[in-house]
């Protein structure tokens, strides 16, 4: 077998391309969070506390000498992270509970009885033929 045919077969597996799909409707999710937090969340939050830009905050631990930039810990920029992780989180589990509420209501949806053997609808019908009879 080729090597491009072994990896058409595995490229075209359904659960590859599930996987190829989710993982770019993820990347374009986490742009959506990455906004919302940076454009829509912070900013009010920074407003409440004094007009402090997240992004912004810092601290430098060693200044910028002869050309060379100053090293800085950016928490800030973890803080915004750390809300970005936060909210695709609770949409996960939003989703996932969604799901497994989908399932449980499938789960708990009665199935439709099993129709009765053959033997069991024929002995019927020939006890209803002999009460006929009488």
């Known amino acids: 077998m080729s090597m491009i045919k072994e990896f058409k077969e595995f490229a075209m597996r359904g659960n590859v391309l599930d996987m190829a799909v989710g ?9 959506i969070v990455g906004s919302l937090v940076n454009d829509v969340i912070m900013p009010p939050i920074g407003v409440l506390l004094g007009g402090v830009d997240f992004s ?10 002869d050309g060379a930039p100053a090293v800085i810990l950016g928490y800030g ?6 809300i970005n992780f936060l909210i695709v989180a609770f949409a996960i589990f939003l989703l996932i509970k969604a ?3 989908f399932k449980k209501k499938q789960e708990a949806a009665p199935a439709a009885p099993a129709p009765p ?10 006890r209803d033929l002999l009460k006929a009879r009488n």
């Open 23 to 31: 993982i770019i409707i993820g990347g374009a999710f986490g742009k």
């Open 56 to 65: 912004s905050l810092g601290i430098t631990i060693k200044d910028a000498v």
């Open 77 to 82: 920029l973890f803080i915004n992270t750390v």
């Open 117 to 126: 053997p053959r033997q069991e609808v024929l002995l019927g019908e020939i």
């Open 99 to 101: 799901v497994n509420s």
